[in-house]
């Protein structure tokens, strides 16, 4: 098992940048591939980014490629989105998500890293908003 927490939210104006960490507690955290997702009020959960093991794959949603950056820290057992350019349609609680056993480089597995599903795992959430 693993246990997520996820920290960086806050309040920023459109154009602004944040970098979300999302701090992982047991063992083998390298062994699983993380997500990030989010959700605004009253909307479904939405994929963000995926990250595989190795930090060598990683899988975007449309909506956020060219802004977002995930990245991942198996020495420190975290995962980062670095997010650039902001809108207010960012605005949302984004969420840490964690899966053993998926296989970015295997096509079906990179499908359903954008699904949320896929993933056994979760952190309780931070916010964020972005003001226009």
């Known amino acids: 098992q693993v246990q997520l927490v996820e920290s960086g939210g806050g309040l920023v104006q459109a154009g602004d940048s944040l970098r979300l960490s999302c701090a992982a507690s047991g063992r083998s955290f390298s062994s699983y591939v993380m997500g990030w997702f989010r959700q605004a009020p009253g909307k479904e959960r939405d994929f963000v980014a995926a990250i595989s093991w190795s930090g060598g794959v990683t899988n975007y949603a449309d909506s956020v490629k060219g802004r977002f950056t995930i990245s991942r820290d198996n020495a420190k057992n975290t995962v980062y989105l670095q997010m650039n350019s902001l809108k207010p349609e960012d605005t949302a609680v984004y969420f840490c998500?964690?899966?053993?056993?998926?296989?970015?480089?295997?096509?079906?597995?990179?499908?359903?890293?954008?699904?949320?599903?896929?993933?056994?795992?979760w952190g309780q959430g931070t916010q964020v908003t972005v003001s226009s």
């Open positions: 998500a964690a899966e053993w056993g998926l296989d970015l480089r295997i096509k079906d597995d990179y499908t359903r890293s954008s699904q949320a599903g896929a993933y056994a795992y």
